[in-house]
């Protein structure tokens, strides 16, 4: 495979481990695609605020994050689409009235009210069995504002003690909004996130493409969970990891190793992309 490629990486269960680190094999394999000329991407539902340095060291050249709600190529901003006030505040609403906890995330910042926040963090040691120091690594510091609900920067938010499924979640609020089942921590129907509808990861991918004058067949995309779904779908190439769900490795044209196996690096190999 010798014609420059477009390469989109997930970020969590993909580059990452659950410990938030980037295998030296994968790094090995990014600095060799890069050296054959691909372009290298994340694509990743996270928010640039919580895409920490390590993840951002081996030199991408661009991000679809925000499920596709922010794009940004060699350092420019092509697209970035906030959620709308009123739609969000019914949404946060809906949200109180039923016992929903919430994470917004911005460009900047990531933020919940502070009657949230206290319970948040419990549920986010005890369902997910993190440390407060793996918290903070993953999500960052957390801006408590009692107005959040007005906040006009907000890109997508992730949710957590729904008392709905995923679906059931979707039929019971704004077509406005889309609900995905959260790919970090299992396969838990009670957290998942919300973007706005249309915005996903294949429709940031389009935006990267548009940008470089190239068409879908160019591009290759690792994943692992429900929210690379459409970037499985929309890419020329899809590979999902050993780690991944179930569900993915069904739709993908190729599975390799876990992310702690070799995975990204056995996978860009056998692609023959160095």
Do not use: W
């Not at 996903?200 to 990267?208: E, F, L, R």
């Not at 995309?221 to 993915?248: H, K, L, Q, T």
Request: proline share 3%.
């Amino acid at each position: 495979m010798t014609t420059q490629k477009v390469l989109f990486f997930d970020i969590d269960g993909t580059l990452t481990d659950m410990m938030g680190q980037i295998p030296a094999s994968t790094l090995r394999a990014l600095s060799l695609c890069k050296r054959a000329g691909h372009r290298i991407l994340l694509c990743s539902g996270r928010p640039k605020s919580e895409i920490h340095a390590n993840v951002l060291a081996p030199g991408f050249d661009g991000m679809v994050a925000s499920a596709g709600a922010y794009v940004e190529l060699d350092g420019r901003v092509l697209h970035q689409h906030c959620m709308d006030v009123a739609e969000l505040s019914g949404l946060l609403d809906f949200f109180h009235q039923n016992g929903i906890l919430y994470m917004l995330q911005a460009k900047e910042y990531i933020e919940t009210d502070p009657q949230v926040s206290e319970k948040l963090i419990r549920v986010l040691e005890e369902q997910l069995g993190l440390s407060k120091e793996r918290i903070e690594r993953i999500f960052g510091k957390m801006t408590l504002n009692a107005k959040c609900a007005l906040d006009p920067r907000i890109e997508k938010l992730v949710y957590y003690e729904s008392p709905y499924r995923v679906r059931d979640l979707a039929a019971r609020i704004s077509p406005y909004f889309q609900v995905t089942g959260f790919s970090y921590g299992g396969e838990d129907e009670t957290k998942g996130e919300i973007t706005i509808a249309g915005e996903t990861k294949a429709s940031g991918m389009q935006v990267i493409l548009d940008a470089l004058h190239l068409t879908r067949e160019e591009t290759i995309a690792f994943g692992d969970g429900p929210n690379d779904i459409e970037m499985m779908r929309y890419a020329g190439i899809s590979v999902a990891m050993g780690n991944g769900r179930e569900m993915i490795k069904e739709m993908a044209h190729l599975v390799t190793g876990a992310v702690n196996e070799d995975g990204i690096y056995r996978a860009c190999e056998t692609l023959g992309l160095f």
